[in-house]
């Protein structure tokens, strides 16, 4: 036994020993020296190289595949000087169960046979759990005729790593007009540029890269730019597996899905998991009839997280111009982390969601990172929450547009059609809803949906109808508004009609504003402020200033209504800060005529026959010694009211500093008149 073991351990030396570098020699398709004839004799770690004689030459096979039986590395000699080209006829190599890497070549004008659709791989069949390396090199120009995999196909448990290399301009009947993994098979792709490669119809998913079940797939650096679906995925398709996609840029990829769980012009994740960082997803399409997710499409309870990442410029016909997550059918997950979403929009198919779309429930979690200028037909320009939890934290939604004609279309900002919206933190600003009737320029939760926003500002956006800041439309299915600390500015509304420019609440339903304040909104009609419908509104703690309307500007209710306000205050503007001025003025006035018939001084007496010269200072009555006590009151009683306006309500505003400062001194010399006179009378005792 011990011999057996010792001759099986030589054989293996020995053809350690016989491994050897193999020279191609020829252009030829085969004969000594070429390319096909050194793969044949080749064994179990040879290096297959080219003699520089070859440059330039293209190897054209016409008499089938080369079929690689053993372990070897096949490199060329540059992308530009060597290039195996398969004629149109079959495809360049076949490889089943073999440890094999490829570099420095080019791969073109491959075709895999027409049948099912594992019979793919234009360029390139990879097998039965072959690992297989690709450094440095171009697929180009093959097509899959039958299958999957224009240019590569992977199957069955194989490992496919292709690093700085191009994968450009190739096609497949089936899927994965790139490439194409299948049955468990692992793809690794980094630095390298998978572009212009196109699917047809049947299904026509994955322009780029299609992973067909469970498989593991990674995409690092490089670009996925300008493929073609004709269903889903214009750029990646993700089946069940996992797929991770970092620092990628992907531009210009379409999908032409019709269907309204179609689209992901970018990516499209078929329930696996999808992880994007970093990324750049820009100028993708969904252009199909109804399809939707122009940059991404999350469909059947996929999970989908996106981070540190760029989504621009991305277009919907359907719903979700940057990211649609379908949860029709099963519900999934969005987790949005520091992501920026601009000038993406949606077509009017109906035209939902500028930058996200939720259709259905599921849970939708966005932190940090904007939406900005981007913009839908009819629903929700920025964010379209359905009937989950979406919870927007930190992030800043700006300058979104939603085109919506309707009185419950709209929300420029974020719309929230019977779900639950929570909103924390964040900075809603200078959002439209600008259709004919469009309402909630900022917010509109629509069909009973919860919405809660705290600790966030809502400023300068505007609507047609209603609700310059916040709509709640109750109208069909009563819902709840709870607002809390939050600052709600500068909105508006139009004339159509024109009502509640900070809040309205269409319908009954309660709503619960806690804190912060509402104050320089304005509405054409009623209520520049709040405008409640015929529910209850409670306002605790709020300020509420400076609104207008041309009627009720800080406060209006329907009949039926309530408006209860709990230690809310409408704080002094400076036309009554003016007031309370002019009345200390004519106390003092009053307080000066009293005295000047109590005493003796410039032109009176104590008869009070003779009274003071108005035109001569020295007729106004002054103590320097007794101005001073009385500024020192003064100033304990402004002490005592700023500390007791921040700690009750919160606010000490610049109103109150500015009426205050000018209101000080006139009531300064008041107390001082008050004090002169009591010492005056004191004196006559």
Not at 478 to 489: A, F, K, P, R, Y
Not at 492 to 511: A, F, K, Q, R
């Amino acid at each position: 036994m011990k011999k057996i073991i010792y001759l099986l351990i030589l054989f293996c030396v020995g053809l350690q020993l016989d491994a050897a570098t193999i020279t191609v020699t020829t252009s030829s398709d085969a004969g000594a020296g070429s390319l096909r004839d050194a793969v044949a004799v080749a064994v179990a770690g040879d290096d297959i190289v080219f003699a520089a004689s070859t440059d330039g030459t293209p190897i054209i096979l016409t008499s089938g595949a080369i079929t690689i039986g053993t372990d070897v590395t096949i490199t060329g000699n540059g992308i530009s000087t060597t290039t195996i080209d398969g004629s149109a006829s079959d495809r360049i190599f076949v490889i089943n169960g073999n440890s094999v890497s490829i570099a420095s070549i080019t791969l073109t004008n491959g075709v895999s046979p027409a049948g099912a659709a594992t019979d793919g791989g234009g360029a390139i069949s990879i097998d039965n759990a072959a690992v297989v390396t690709i450094d440095m090199a171009e697929i180009t120009n093959s097509v899959a005729t039958g299958g999957s995999g224009g240019g590569i196909i992977v199957l069955n448990g194989s490992n496919l790593t292709v690093s700085n290399s191009t994968i450009s301009g190739n096609t497949s009947v089936r899927a994965g007009g790139g490439i194409e993994t299948n049955g468990n098979s692992t793809l690794t792709v980094t630095d390298s540029n998978i572009d212009n490669n196109a699917t047809g119809a049947s299904p026509g998913n994955g322009g780029g890269v299609h992973v067909t079940g469970p498989g593991i797939t990674t995409v690092t650096g490089g670009t996925v730019n300008g493929n073609t679906a004709s269903a889903e995925g214009g750029g990646l398709w993700n089946g069940s597996g996992t797929m991770t996609v970092t620092g990628t840029t992907l531009d210009g990829n379409t999908a032409s899905g019709t269907s309204a769980d179609q689209g992901g012009g970018g990516l499209f994740n078929a329930g696996g998991t999808l992880v994007v960082d970093n990324a750049t997803i820009t100028n993708n399409a969904a252009n199909g009839t109804a399809s939707s997710g122009g940059g991404i499409l999350s469909d059947a309870g996929g999970s989908l997280t996106v981070t540190n990442s760029t989504i621009n410029g991305n277009t919907a016909v359907r719903a979700g111009g940057g990211i649609e997550v379908n949860n029709s059918a099963t519900a999934g997950s969005l987790d949005v982390t520091d992501t920026d979403f601009g000038m993406n929009q949606t077509g009017a198919s109906p035209g939902n969601g500028g930058a996200i779309h939720i259709t259905g429930g599921g849970v939708t979690n966005i932190t940090g990172g904007s939406a900005t200028n981007n913009t839908a037909s009819a629903e929700g320009g920025g964010f379209w929450n359905g009937s989950g939890t979406m919870t927007v934290t930190g992030t800043t939604i700006d300058g979104n547009t939603a085109n919506g004609a309707s009185a419950d279309q709209g929300g420029g900002g974020l719309f929230n059609a019977g779900g639950t919206l929570i909103v924390n933190n964040a900075t809603i600003t200078n959002n439209v809803a600008n259709g004919a009737a469009g309402s909630g320029g900022g917010i509109l939760s629509d069909a009973g949906g919860a919405l809660t926003v705290n600790g966030s500002t809502i400023a300068n956006n505007t609507s047609v109808r209603a609700g310059g800041g916040i709509e709640v439309n109750n109208s069909a299915t009563v819902g709840s508004l709870d607002v809390m600390d939050t600052d709600i500015n500068s909105n508006s509304t139009g004339s159509s009609p024109g009502n509640g420019g900070g809040i309205h609440i269409t319908g009954p339903g309660d709503s619960n504003i806690v804190g912060g304040n509402v104050t320089n909104n304005s509405a054409a009609n009623e209520g520049g402020g709040l405008w409640n419908g015929t529910g209850v509104m409670t306002v605790t703690n709020v300020i509420v200033e400076n609104n207008t309307a041309p009627t009720d500007p800080d406060f209006f209710s329907l009949p039926g209504g309530t408006i209860v306000i709990n230690n809310a205050e409408n704080v002094p503007t400076m036309s009554e800060w003016g007031l309370i001025l002019l009345t200390l003025l004519m106390l003092n006035f009053v307080s000066i005529s009293v005295l000047a018939g109590k005493t003796s001084f410039a032109g009176m007496n104590q008869s009070g026959t003779t009274y003071f010269n108005w035109k001569q200072k020295s007729s106004y009555p002054f103590n320097a010694s007794i101005f001073r006590k009385a500024m020192n009151i003064t100033l304990g009683i402004i002490l005592l009211i700023a500390i007791y306006a921040i700690t009750v309500y919160g606010y000490f505003t610049p109103t109150d500093v500015l009426g205050i400062a000018i209101a000080s001194p006139v009531f300064t010399y008041l107390v001082h008149l008050l004090i002169l006179t009591n010492k005056i009378e004191e004196s006559k005792s």
